[in-house]
Nanobody, 120 residues
Framework: QVQLVESGGDLVPPGGSLRLSCVAS????????MGWYRQAPGEQRELVAT???????LYADSVKGRFTISRDNAKNTVTLQMNSLKPEDTAVYYC??????????????WGQGTQVTVSS
């Protein structure tokens, strides 16, 4: 079992920056993909960025060049640095962990979410 706890959400003006953090505990290991998803009111949850155990990253087109995902495997933490924030970035941001076993998805875990609001 994996427990994920996010922090860092806040109200910021357009053009501002935030850093979101996610701490994983429980049975986490290196064979996983960590990511951030977000869900705006009335919208489906969408992928923001992911990072593999080996450090390979993937970003949604809407955040490329503005957001950076990173991880510290020793500390079991994943961060999302968000710069040049736009009002359309407003959403609840969720930390996600996908665990793999024998090449298949063996578990998926979600944090409780943290609110990011970009507004003047």
């Amino acid at each position: 079992q994996v427990q994920l706890v996010e922090s860092g959400g806040d109200l910021v003006p357009p053009g501002g920056s935030l850093r979101l953090s996610c701490v994983a505990s429980g049975s986490s290991n290196m064979n996983n993909v960590m990511g951030w998803y977000r869900q705006a009111p009335g919208e489906q949850r969408e992928l923001v960025a992911t990072i593999s155990s080996g450090g390979n990253t993937l970003y949604a087109d809407s955040v490329k060049g503005r957001f950076t995902i990173s991880r510290d495997n020793a500390k079991n933490t994943v961060t999302l640095q968000m710069n040049s924030l736009k009002p359309e970035d407003t959403a609840v941001y969720y930390c996600n962990c996908k665990r793999m076993w024998l090449g298949y998805l063996s578990g998926e875990y979600w944090g409780q979410g943290t609110q990011v609001t970009v507004s003047s």
